[in-house]
């Protein structure tokens, strides 16, 4: 692809550059990273499934949506090392409060002792379950409804829309909903035989929240390439 054919289709030329996303950490990323989260990343590195924590840009972004509205109570579907957990609680007040929902409890306990010496442990409820029943739960209780600043949606893509109706309701009219991975690696525009089995129900996911949630007029969105795509949605009404 030439810079002409980028040019016409409005391709979005990080997309097709790993240097040009290296360059956009070195310069712009890791030398504003903190110490607690590279410390993360880097115990992160060595895991199995190290490529499911939030790319730094994400985290990145994450923390400056997170100033932007100065955000206090928020929740986290999809945890597991804690990359954007410890994003979060670095950039929320002393007496901010997380939910983090996940089944995966090994995984966020690689991140605790991080977590602990940064000091933010406190902010944080950690949720070890499925998060649909603990959302339900949380919507059971009329109180919860419009309590959160923010949400941070990664988990399980095929759940995506379902995540959305309920967060939707937990995050107040003006609050953000943050929903990552919503590019999926390009299989959104693979035909779905050439991507891997495990991986079809989490790519017709992608592709089926996207379509709704553009569709939604509860909210104001904007899709952006960082990372691996993110939905970031402001609540309307
Ligand atoms: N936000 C994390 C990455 C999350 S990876 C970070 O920045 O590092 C996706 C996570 O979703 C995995 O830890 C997985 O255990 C979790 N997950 C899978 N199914 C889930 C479910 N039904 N509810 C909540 N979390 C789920
Ligand atoms: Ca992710």
Do not use: W
Not at 9 to 17: A, D, E, F, R, T
Not at 75 to 86: A, H, K, N, Q
């Amino acid at each position: 692809m030439d810079f002409a054919d980028a040019k016409v289709k409005g391709n979005p030329v990080i997309l097709q550059s790993q240097e040009l996303f290296d360059y956009l950490l070195e310069t712009s990323v890791y030398p504003r990273e903190p110490a607690a989260l590279k410390e993360l990343r880097e115990a992160t590195a060595s895991h199995s499934h190290a490529f499911y924590a939030a790319t730094p840009d994400v985290g990145q972004l994450m923390a400056l949506m997170l100033k932007l509205i100065n955000a206090k109570k928020t929740i986290e579907i999809g945890v597991f090392t804690g990359y954007s957990l410890l994003a979060t609680a670095l950039n929320i007040p002393e007496d901010g409060e997380i939910i983090a929902i996940d089944p995966d409890r090994k995984a966020y306990e690689v991140g605790v002792p991080i977590i602990e010496k940064a000091g933010v442990m406190k902010k944080i409820k950690f949720i070890e379950s499925p998060a649909l029943p603990v959302l339900d739960k949380l919507l059971e209780d009329k109180s919860n409804e419009g309590s959160f600043d923010f949400a941070f949606v990664d988990a399980d893509k095929n759940n995506y829309y379902n995540y959305h109706q309920r967060v939707i309701k937990l995050v107040k009219v003006g609050g953000l909903l943050m929903y990552d991975n919503t590019l999926f690696g390009g299989a959104v525009i693979a035909p779905e035989a050439e991507v891997e089995d495990y991986k079809r129900p989490f790519r017709r996911g992608t592709i089926e929240f996207t379509k709704a949630v553009v569709a939604d007029d509860r909210v104001e969105l904007c899709h952006i390439c960082s990372g691996d795509g993110v939905i970031i949605c402001k609540r309307l009404y």
